[in-house]
């Protein structure tokens, strides 16, 4: 089925976009109220499309808008062209919703902030990109959209570039993206050179006959484009920077929408993986990895919003790992990204509220007995917590334990390694969060001097309301009868297969919950009292290298930033000394000669006569002998 | 009288004028000199035309005289302003191309 309307979900935020940063200061006074209106109606065109979806049966619920003809050598045929699925309407109304919700809260957030306007700007063109990335029907327009929201997070980390450590924040983020993004265009190359094609239906009908070989390195490629853009191991060491940006703009962009397109690109390249065994494990490893280094790392960090991306980073690599247990795992990884994305975006409203009233300070240490002082803040953010950690009846405990329950579900010594490691994750979220809950909302009070704790205004606690209400609820309402399993089972399961069951469900569901008893306890030993206001020195080696991040930045200092200089300084000695010696030898050896051959001009005319009398000679002399 | 003569005598004029050329400073001495040569090459053009009992040397000879004579005009109003400037009709002073 076709429809025309697909196209203004990425239009009007582009053009609302465009019209703010070109009318400039002129659209200071309305900017964000226009900014905020189009992306509310992107919401509503996505919830009609969503209602006229579901009226629809199921085979075609699908809609597609075909925008133009992009590229057209010989055979091959890109079309610009929308494809509005099951998947991307998750996707569509997640972006919208929760996208609207923060633009309402930036109008407070930022209403300190000469570049206000500026900042809307910004975040509708992340809205247009980051819909043009769930929307594209190919690889190639994906990309576009990959590279758009890409652009849109450098813009926005280092929105206040003013200060250099958060213009080097963007620039990190940039670069690590960057390596992410080679990835997903040597994919395409893959694609195109293995399938003849790059739109996702023309490569699924292909697959079949496809080699192993082609599908697993198609398969590392893509795990290594979601790497980039989900911070996961290798590429994670951006995202804890990231926090330079705005509070806003950690809650949409690094914590509930751009950073999980890594599991929507696993998701959407369903078909590639499900035939790819090898890169599926990898995918499993790479969420593993992450998911664990992320929790550490939250453990020990005193910077608020540091320990919500670590967090963030974990709780992707919990999304991704579930993307690699195949069609068992697509949709709880989608719901997981969906509650994720309220109860995180919930948690990050509330760090930046809690920021508001304690004049940007960010350094838990600091903080301290905030819920009498900020009560609906403590409220939501509550709600968000006990969704994250994953008690019953909240949302992250639908979405955690069944990405636990799959994991054991993938059978053997291997499912049993997975499943302990995401049990594992489990009691280590529960430890950090409580730690921040206890930090941040009860205990002594160790503000700085002058700080006085106050309550949010109304535009920004509605927007944390709802979230809240969210994390409350959406898990229950997504898994209810497995309506997301068998909404989305068209895109990600056609084949509806049967999946074992290794462990029964309610073995595992009491397993995740003593975790996070356990993880509850632990941190409530160790945080109930009294604390110090700077971080204690005497600590172990494991703490002092947990609060280095595990070393990343180190690591990636040692392996590719030092020998980048090392081979960039190596390159510079060679052109200076090779290259741009030839060139001067070249030079001096004309200018050389040229200095002895000048010597043949005396300026004496004489001279001249003397050799053209010579000349004369010597022709008629050969002239001469010719003729003899 | 044996026409070949003649063209003994045209080489020893040519020859006593490119000797001068090369040898005398003076630059009217020079600008004789090559009046010399020139001179001498026309009389091995009449030579020859006689010889070979044709009019072409001749011509070649009026053609000779005619281009000597705007040579001279120009030659000898280079030579006078040269003179008035630096005093002086050395060849050799003239040499500022090699400094």
Known sequence: ?628 | MNPTNYLYLSAILFSIGAVGVVVRKNAIVVFMCIELMLNAANLAFVTFAKINGNLEGQVMAFFTMVVAACEVVVGLAIIVTIFRSRRSASVDDASLLSR
């Open chain 1, 1 to 628: 089925m076709t429809s025309e309307n697909l196209i203004y979900l990425v239009a009007l935020p582009l053009f609302s976009s465009a019209l703010l940063m070109l009318l400039g200061r002129r659209a200071d006074r309305w900017g964000h109220v226009f900014a905020t209106l189009i992306s509310a109606s992107t919401f509503v065109i996505g919830a009609m499309e969503f209602f006229a979806m579901i009226d629809r049966p199921e085979a075609s619920r699908a809609v597609t808008q075909k925008l133009f003809t992009w590229i057209s050598v010989g055979t091959f045929n890109v079309d610009a062209g929308l494809v509005l699925d099951q998947l991307s309407i998750a996707f569509v109304l997640l972006i919208t919703g929760v996208g609207t919700l923060i633009h309402i809260y930036s109008i407070a957030y930022m209403s300190h902030d000469r570049d206000r306007r500026r900042f809307f700007a910004y975040l509708n063109f992340f809205i247009a990109a980051m819909l043009l990335l769930v929307l594209g029907d190919s690889y190639l327009n994906l990309y576009v959209g990959w590279e758009g929201v890409g652009l849109a997070s450098y813009l926005l980390i280092g929105f206040w570039n003013q200060q250099p450590e958060y213009a080097t924040a963007a620039k990190k983020a940039f670069v690590a993206n960057r390596a992410g993004d080679f990835g997903l265009s040597v994919a395409v190359m893959i694609a195109f050179a293995n399938f003849g094609a790059v739109s996702f239906v023309g490569i699924e009908e292909k697959v079949d006959g496809a080699s192993q070989t082609a599908l697993t390195a198609m398969g590392l490629m893509l795990l290594l484009a979601a790497a980039g853009k989900s911070a996961q191991f290798p590429l994670q060491a951006w995202l804890g920077d990231a926090m330079a940006g705005p509070t806003p703009v950690s809650a949409l962009i690094h914590a509930a929408t751009m950073v999980t397109a890594g599991v929507y690109l696993i998701t959407r390249s369903n078909f590639i993986f499900d035939n790819a065994p090898t890169a599926q494990l990898a995918v499993v490893m790479v969420g593993i990895i992450t998911l664990l280094f992320g929790a550490v790392i939250g453990m020990a960090k005193d910077d608020i919003k540091k320990a919500l991306a670590a967090s963030t980073m974990s709780q992707i690599g919990y999304m991704i790992m579930a993307s690699g247990f195949g069609p068992a795992g697509y949709a709880f990884a989608i719901m997981h990204l969906l509650t994720h994305g309220f109860f995180k975006a919930g948690l990050f409203l509330g760090a930046g509220s809690v920021m508001h009233g304690m004049n940007d300070e960010v350094n838990m240490r600091r903080y301290g007995g905030l819920a009498r002082f900020m009560p609906i803040t403590s409220i939501t953010f509550g709600l968000g917590y006990l969704a994250i950690i994953g008690v019953p009846p909240f949302a992250g405990f639908y979405s955690k334990d069944k990405i636990i329950e799959t994991a054991f579900n993938t059978g053997g010594l291997q499912g049993v390694l997975f499943g302990s490691a995401a049990l594992l994750g489990a009691v280590i979220t529960a430890f950090y969060m409580t730690r921040l809950m206890l930090m941040t909302f009860f205990g002594n009070k160790r503000w700085v001097s002058g700080a006085e704790p106050h309550e949010s205004p109304f535009l920004m606690w509605a927007p944390m309301a709802v979230l809240a209400l969210g994390s409350a609820a959406s898990g229950y309402l997504l898994y209810s009868g497995k309506a997301i399993v068998k909404w989305l089972a068209p895109v990600v399961d056609r084949d509806h297969h049967e999946h074992a069951e290794f462990l029964p469900a309610i073995v595992v569901t009491t397993l995740a919950v003593v975790a996070v008893i356990i993880g509850v306890a632990v941190a409530f030993i160790k945080y109930r009292g009294e604390l110090s206001e700077s971080a204690p020195s005497d600590v172990s080696i494991f703490t002092r290298v947990t609060r280095r991040d595990l070393l990343q930045d180190d690591a990636n200092e040692f392996l590719f930033m030092r020998p980048g200089q090392k081979l960039t300084q190596v390159l510079v000695k060679t052109d200076e000394s090779v290259i741009d010696g030839a060139v001067r030898a070249v030079g001096s050896s004309v200018l050389g000669s040229a200095r002895g051959m000048r010597k043949l001009q005396t300026g004496y005319v004489r001279n001249y006569a003397l050799l053209i009398l010579i000349g004369a000679l010597v022709a008629l002399l050969a002239a001469l002998v010719v003729t003899i």
